[in-house]
């Protein structure tokens, strides 16, 4: 991607916006009227998210972003068509007041299957079965009963479950679920929060047993989400992973600034710094964050595994990035490491 581009689309943003407001003014998208001020604020959206695509060279995130937001106004009665018209009104917007736009047209392109979605479902088909682990703890997460939520979890790893298999295959997909039906407004945003205070009170619960049979390799790693990141439940999960592989391991959260993040590897001599990033808009920080370590001669031993949803989304981030490597999730997380410093 040609910074040229990128620049005039950040400097016309502006006369780019004006111009879809205008073309779009008096018509009737649809069924539903949105009301200008709204469809303002989404259309510099979908320009903020193409520019941020652009600059690390990636359509395919440009394309999960607009799956995502067709899928969430969709669930607020605003219809596919409206988001298409928008986007071809964008790309006009674009063709007449940048210069080259070519590199543009992969973007655009890639979003289009984006508009097709699949049917909504009703929030019964989507749940995992009634009677599976997953499908009784999403249950008991939406209805709020955060006791059952507890007892089943608990009893599940009393009667023998591992941990690792509750983390990746009731957490993980519960919380991701959970996200879900928060955005297709089947749940509302309080239920989406008590989920996740849920899960992290049980998580806190199962602890002190990540600790039983593990036997220490000797190596140490940090575990942060960066900067102004809030999502930190999967960097949480992807540090136990690690503890329970025989790592020490240190989750830090979120909100290290990257000074911060520096004086910790100095004061704790890490063998490995694991970064997570779940929203796009944070690839920036990251990309400064790790910039800013590489300088440092003194941490030239220290390796960078960063993760999270734009990671995998596009698989080639963490390379623009400047990481040493990405996992999927926590388990392969596991692998990718123990491969760099050869551990069987
Ligand atoms: C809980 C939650 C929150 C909580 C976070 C609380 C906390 N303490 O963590 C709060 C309320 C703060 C929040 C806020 C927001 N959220 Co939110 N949130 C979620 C939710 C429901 C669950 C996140 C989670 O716990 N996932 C569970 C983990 C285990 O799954 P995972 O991320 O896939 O992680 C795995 C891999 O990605 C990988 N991995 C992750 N990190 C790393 C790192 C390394 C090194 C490696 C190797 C691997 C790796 O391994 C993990 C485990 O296997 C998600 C839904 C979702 N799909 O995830 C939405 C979601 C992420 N949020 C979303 C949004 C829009 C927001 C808000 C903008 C608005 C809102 N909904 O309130 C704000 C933005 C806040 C901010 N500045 O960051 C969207 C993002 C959409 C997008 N395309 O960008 C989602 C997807 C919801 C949705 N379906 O629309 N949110």
Redesign the pocket.
């Known amino acids: 991607m040609h910074n040229h581009t990128i620049e005039q689309l950040k400097s016309k943003k502006q006369a780019i916006v004006k111009f879809v407001m205008d073309k779009s003014s008096g018509k009737k998208i649809g069924k539903v009227d949105l009301a200008p001020d709204l469809f303002e604020r989404d259309v510099n959206y979908i320009l903020d998210y193409l520019i941020q695509s652009a600059e690390f060279n990636s359509p395919l995130l440009f394309a999960?972003?607009t799956a995502?937001l067709t899928d969430?106004l969709v669930n607020l009665k605003i219809e596919p068509d409206h988001v298409r018209l928008s986007y071809d009104f964008i790309r006009e917007g674009i063709e007449n007041h940048i210069d080259h736009t070519g590199i543009l047209e992969e973007y655009f392109e890639l979003s289009r299957e984006a508009f097709n979605l699949p049917p909504i479902l009703d929030m019964e088909t989507m749940l995992a079965p009634e009677n599976d682990l997953q499908g009784k703890y999403i249950r008991h997460l939406v209805n709020g009963d955060r006791h059952l939520a507890r007892n089943l979890i608990m009893d599940a790893f009393h009667s023998g479950k591992k941990i690792k298999d509750i983390y990746?295959n009731v957490?993980?997909p519960a919380?991701?679920m959970?996200?879900?039906l928060?955005?297709t407004n089947k749940i509302s945003?309080a239920q989406?929060?008590y989920a996740?205070a849920v899960t992290?009170l049980i998580m806190s619960e199962l602890y002190p047993h990540i600790f039983h049979d593990t036997q220490f390799n000797g190596l140490k790693m940090a575990g942060v989400a960066i900067g102004?990141?809030?999502?930190?439940?999967?960097?949480r999960?992807?540090t136990d992973f690690f503890e329970m592989d025989g790592w020490d391991s240190y989750f830090y959260g979120a909100n290290m600034p990257v000074q911060s993040i520096m004086k910790t590897l100095d004061q704790g001599k890490f063998d490995l710094l694991?970064?997570?990033v779940?929203?796009?808009v944070h690839l920036n920080e990251m990309k400064k964050i790790i910039t800013e370590i590489r300088r440092q001669e003194r941490f030239k031993t220290v390796k960078i595994?960063?993760?999270?949803?734009p990671l995998?989304v596009d698989p080639n981030l963490w390379k623009t990035l400047g990481a040493d490597g990405?996992?999927?999730?926590?388990d392969l997380?596991i692998n990718v490491a123990n491969t760099w410093f050869n551990i069987s």
Do not use: C, P
Not at 305 to 309: A, D, I, K, S, Y
Not at 326 to 330: D, G, I, R
């Open positions: 999960d972003f995502w969430l990746m957490f993980a919380q991701r959970i996200g879900y928060w955005q945003v989406e929060h996740t992290q102004s990141e809030l999502h930190e439940l999967a960097i999960m992807v694991a970064l997570s779940t929203m796009m595994l960063v993760g999270g949803n995998n990405t996992a999927k999730n926590a997380a």
